[in-house]
């Protein structure tokens, strides 16, 4: 079975979605919410997720473990004409264990992590072949899976965070395309050494007994598994909206003076003093900034306030986070980090290595103070 390109008409109408761990290395972030409901321009992660599948699926089944009831509870059973399931994952017992917690699936279905931000493309593109999954082009392939290939284009397995990667190995970005065939292979996987059942021991499995093709991912992927990369992808989305006119609530109140520059995204509510600049920045519902404030690559959380002469790089304050008067949240960038992520040159290299401070919800900072770069309270 060779690689091959995406089919016009893709016949699958069911996707898969991953969404039930805690991630504790998204905290602060997720120390209030699950992952999915990460704030993203002012919508949640798991909406931009499903975004790129309207018009494609049908239905979806969402995994969800963590504050699962806020996940139902924020989705409801539809969204964008899109019939949404949920389902308990009772036992954080690895990624195939989020499968198997769905039961058989008698039909073909995508299956995707929900921390993910991935292109349409590229999940319409593992649907050229019965059992596929992307490959993508990444700087540094050591810290992924990484696409067994042999011959005719067939994938054998996945190789785990190899130390000596070949050159111009694909890593695996977490987008697959599988049918009822899956369920009898999933009953197979024994416990990594973590204690873990590994969806990518899966591939494999059904290597052993058919082909399995793959998909060379054209588009975007933005992972959000720390809060830098919920920046990342914050900055990401903002990047998308380049050209278009900035997103500005009618509830807004802008102050005289201020300046805005590059994409922005101001919510419901907020209030901007005299003379503000804000630079491809997000503005959550609530969020206040203080005469003078300087706010650049960053996202302001709902409720959130920052006062007045204050400097704000490259940073996320959570909800009702509070920077005083004069306080310096400086960034920098560290060249020394290899960011995963593959914003299909949207953002630059540098923008991605940069940190300034990430905020708690209702962190309080004191008037005057500057706050280190690569900060998380």
Same mark, same amino acid.
């Given at each position: 079975?060779?690689?091959?390109?995406?089919?016009?008409?893709?016949?699958?109408?069911?996707?898969?979605?991953?969404?039930?761990?805690?991630?504790?290395?998204?905290?602060?972030?997720?120390?209030?919410?699950?992952?999915?409901?990460?704030?993203?321009?002012?919508?949640?992660?798991?909406?931009?997720?499903?975004?790129?599948?309207?018009?494609?699926?049908?239905?979806?089944?969402?995994?969800?473990?963590?504050?699962?009831?806020?996940?139902?509870?924020?989705?409801?059973?539809?969204?964008?004409?899109?019939?949404?399931?949920?389902?308990?994952?009772?036992?954080?017992?690895?990624?195939?264990?989020?499968?198997?917690?769905?039961?058989?699936?008698?039909?073909?279905?995508?299956?995707?992590?929900?921390?993910?931000?991935?292109?349409?493309?590229?999940?319409?593109?593992?649907?050229?072949?019965?059992?596929?999954?992307?490959?993508?082009?990444?700087?540094?392939?050591?810290?992924?899976?990484?696409?067994?290939?042999?011959?005719?284009?067939?994938?054998?397995?996945?190789?785990?965070?190899?130390?000596?990667?070949?050159?111009?190995?694909?890593?695996?970005?977490?987008?697959?395309?599988?049918?009822?065939?899956?369920?009898?292979?999933?009953?197979?996987?024994?416990?990594?050494?973590?204690?873990?059942?590994?969806?990518?021991?899966?591939?494999?499995?059904?290597?052993?007994?058919?082909?399995?093709?793959?998909?060379?991912?054209?588009?975007?992927?933005?992972?959000?598994?720390?809060?830098?990369?919920?920046?990342?992808?914050?900055?990401?989305?903002?990047?998308?909206?380049?050209?278009?006119?900035?997103?500005?609530?009618?509830?807004?109140?802008?102050?005289?003076?201020?300046?805005?520059?590059?994409?922005?995204?101001? =919510?419901? !509510? +907020? %209030? #901007?003093?005299?003379?503000?600049?804000?630079?491809?920045?997000?503005?959550? *519902? @609530? $969020?206040? /900034?203080?005469?003078?404030?300087?706010?650049?690559?960053?996202?302001?959380?709902?409720?959130?306030?920052? =006062?007045? !002469? +204050? %400097? #704000?790089?490259?940073?996320?304050?959570?909800?009702?986070?509070?920077?005083? *008067? @004069? $306080?310096? /949240?400086?960034?920098?960038?560290?060249?020394?980090?290899?960011?995963?992520?593959?914003?299909?040159?949207?953002?630059?290299?540098?923008?991605?290595?940069?940190?300034?401070?990430?905020?708690?919800?209702?962190?309080?900072?004191?008037?005057?103070?500057?706050?280190?770069?690569?900060?998380?309270?």
């Amino acid at each position: 079975m060779s690689h091959s390109p995406a089919p016009a008409i893709c016949a699958t109408r069911h996707a898969v979605i991953l969404a039930a761990g805690e991630s504790k290395r998204t905290r602060p972030l997720t120390a209030h919410r699950p992952k999915p409901l990460i704030p993203l321009l002012g919508r949640p992660l798991l909406a931009h997720i499903l975004d790129e599948m309207v018009g494609l699926v049908e239905r979806a089944t969402l995994v969800v473990g963590y504050r699962a009831q806020d996940v139902a509870a924020a989705f409801g059973d539809t969204y964008r004409g899109i019939a949404l399931r949920y389902v308990r994952q009772a036992q954080m017992n690895g990624t195939a264990g989020a499968l198997l917690a769905v039961g058989q699936i008698d039909e073909p279905f995508f299956l995707l992590y929900g921390d993910n931000l991935v292109a349409q493309a590229d999940i319409l593109g593992v649907c050229a072949v019965r059992h596929s999954l992307a490959g993508m082009h990444v700087e540094d392939a050591r810290s992924f899976g990484v696409l067994d290939i042999i011959g005719g284009g067939r994938v054998r397995g996945v190789i785990e965070k190899p130390t000596s990667p070949p050159p111009g190995a694909l890593a695996n970005p977490g987008i697959y395309h599988l049918d009822a065939a899956a369920f009898p292979a999933l009953a197979q996987i024994v416990p990594s050494p973590r204690g873990e059942y590994e969806l990518t021991d899966l591939v494999g499995l059904l290597a052993a007994t058919g082909p399995v093709g793959y998909h060379v991912c054209t588009g975007f992927w933005m992972p959000v598994g720390t809060p830098w990369e919920a920046l990342g992808a914050a900055q990401f989305l903002l990047a998308r909206r380049a050209g278009l006119r900035e997103q500005i609530s009618p509830t807004a109140q802008i102050g005289a003076g201020s300046q805005i520059i590059g994409p922005v995204v101001i =919510g419901d !509510g +907020c %209030v #901007v003093g005299v003379g503000c600049v804000i630079e491809r920045s997000a503005l959550e *519902a @609530g $969020a206040t /900034l203080g005469d003078g404030a300087v706010v650049r690559n960053a996202v302001i959380g709902a409720g959130a306030h920052v =006062g007045a !002469g +204050c %400097v #704000v790089e490259s940073s996320w304050l959570d909800d009702g986070a509070v920077v005083g *008067a @004069g $306080a310096r /949240l400086r960034a920098q960038t560290y060249d020394e980090l290899r960011p995963t992520a593959n914003s299909a040159g949207l953002l630059s290299h540098e923008l991605l290595c940069t940190r300034g401070a990430v905020l708690g919800r209702g962190t309080t900072i004191a008037p005057g103070a500057d706050v280190a770069p690569g900060t998380i309270i």
